[in-house]
């Protein structure tokens, strides 16, 4: 079993940042696929990015070039760097591990961009 614990959600103005964190219950070694995803009210979850052995990284269209998700292997985590926050970033955002080919999902941590 694996657990996933997000953090750094919260409310911003547009054209502002967040770094949202998980924390995996285990080594983050043992995780080949991770990622984040969001899910905004009425709309189905999408994929924001992934990380894939480390380093390979693939991101939504709609966020390329403002968000960078890595990993840091020292405390364990994943991260998503969020800058230029748009309104239709509005969303609660979700970490993703694969494990043993099994998807594990975190609680969730709500991400509002408004003025």
């Known amino acids: 079993q694996v657990q996933l614990v997000e953090s750094g959600g919260g409310l911003v103005q547009p054209g502002g940042s967040l770094r949202l964190s998980c924390a995996p219950s285990r080594s983050i070694f043992s995780f080949n696929d991770m990622g984040w995803y969001r899910q905004a009210p009425g709309k189905e979850r999408e994929l924001v990015a992934r990380?894939?052995?480390?380093?390979?990284?693939n991101y939504a269209d709609s966020v390329k070039g403002r968000f960078t998700i890595s990993r840091d292997n020292a405390n364990n985590t994943v991260n998503l760097q969020m800058n230029n926050l748009k309104p239709e970033d509005t969303a609660v955002y979700y970490c993703?591990?694969?494990?043993?080919?099994?998807?594990?999902w975190g609680q969730g941590t709500q991400v509002t961009v408004s003025s």
């Open positions: 993703n591990v694969l494990w043993h080919f099994r998807s594990y």
């Open positions: 990380i894939i052995a480390g380093s390979m990284t």
